[in-house]
Structure formats: structure tokens, C-alpha cells
């Protein structure tokens, strides 16, 4: 199963300057208990963007058409070889970003795991239009903000229908 996750703000928001919107801890506690003893598959930039690399209990996938090797992480150079990966995988997948990963996954993704985080914000990177009509939601919680976390946020669960 490919999963996608991802925090976004009102307007699809992901990023500035290969940075995230804003630091949640809440956000992150979720994004480690979900994703921890999976594969992540992520783009170059992301990669670059970690601030702890590569991300502990996890295999690290990176996608870069560049022929490098990197410290902590499987290098690939296409998307075909990142199927190939996902189908040999006995557990979920999950793909961490950025905005060019989504777009080249959501159309095969079965669940998306969003964050979506009450608030507008300076953007250079958007996660893609979902088309609402082939996603049912089949999970919702909301956190509200408190001293450690700026802002409200959802934690939603979308799962492709049938
Ligand atoms: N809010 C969130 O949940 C979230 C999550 C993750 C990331 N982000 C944000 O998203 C931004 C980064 O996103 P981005 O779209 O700029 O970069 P990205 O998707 O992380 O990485 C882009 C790179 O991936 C490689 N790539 C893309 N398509 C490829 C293909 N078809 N074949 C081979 N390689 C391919 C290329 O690497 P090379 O240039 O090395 O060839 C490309 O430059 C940052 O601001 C980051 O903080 C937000």
C-alpha cells in the first residue's frame, strides 16, 4: 500500500525556501508513529531539507536524477525503480514529499494521511490538487494549538474509494 503524508495549510501550502510552513511538535510526534519501521520515499530537496539525516527506524529512499551516493539512504533515479521497491516491500510505504513526489504519486497513493493546519502561510511549493470525488475521508481528529504548537490542526485520513 502506498501512503502519502503530508502537512499542508489552508490553501495546499507545503513549503519556503526547502523549509516547512512552521514547527508543530504535535505534528512531527504523529508523522513518527506513523511512519517509524516503514520505507519513506522522499525527493532530493526534502532529503537536503532534513534537519537529522537519515530519519532513525526508517528506510530512507531518495529520488534524484543525479548519479550520487548518499550517507543513510538508498539512492534512485526513477520512479519505475521506486515501484520496483515498493512492490518487494511486505509493509505500507509511505511517500514524505516534497511537492514533486506528490505529484508523481498521488494518482497511484490508496491512503493520504493530512495534516491540515488551520492557518495561511508564505508559500513556494503547493501539495497537489486532490480531486476530491476518488477520496472518501475516513478519518478526522482535531488538535487544538496549545503552548508548543502555534497552530489548530486536523489529522486527516483520506482512503481512495473503490
Ligand atoms: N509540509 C510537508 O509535509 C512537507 C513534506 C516534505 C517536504 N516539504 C517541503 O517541500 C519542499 C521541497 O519540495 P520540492 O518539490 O521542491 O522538492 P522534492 O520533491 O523534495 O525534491 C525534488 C527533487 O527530486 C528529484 N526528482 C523529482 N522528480 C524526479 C523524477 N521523476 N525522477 C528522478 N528524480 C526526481 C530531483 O532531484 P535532483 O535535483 O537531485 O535530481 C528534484 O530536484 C520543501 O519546502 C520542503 O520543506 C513539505
Not at 543525479?66 to 518487494?88: H, L, R
Not at 508523481?104 to 488551520?118: E, G, N, R, S
Not at 508564505?122 to 472518501?136: G, L, N, S
Request: proline fraction near 4%; glycine fraction near 4%.
Amino acid at each position: 500500500m502506498i501512503n502519502i503524508i503530508a502537512a499542508i495549510g489552508e490553501n495546499n501550502e507545503l513549503g519556503y525556501k526547502n523549509n516547512l510552513l512552521c514547527y508543530l511538535p504535535r505534528d512531527l510526534k504523529h508523522f513518527k508513529e506513523l511512519t517509524s519501521g516503514h520505507t519513506v520515499i522522499m525527493g532530493s530537496k526534502t532529503w537536503e531539507s532534513l534537519p537529522k539525516k537519515p530519519l532513525p527506524n526508517r528506510k530512507n529512499i531518495v529520488l534524484t536524477r543525479k548519479n550520487i551516493q548518499i550517507d543513510g539512504a538508498e539512492v534512485v533515479n526513477t520512479k519505475d525503480e521506486i515501484f520496483e521497491i515498493i512492490k518487494k516491500e511486505e509493509k505500507d510505504v509511505f511517500i514524505i514529499g516534497g511537492a514533486s513526489i506528490y505529484e508523481l504519486f498521488l494518482p497511484y497513493a490508496d491512503k493520504l494521511y493530512l495534516t491540515k493546519i488551520v492557518s495561511n502561510f508564505f508559500a513556494d511549493v503547493w501539495f497537489p490538487t486532490i480531486d476530491y470525488e476518488k477520496w472518501e475521508v475516513s478519518d478526522i481528529e482535531f488538535v487544538s494549538k496549545d503552548e508548543k504548537n502555534e497552530y489548530d490542526i486536523y489529522f486527516k485520513t483520506l482512503t481512495k474509494k473503490r
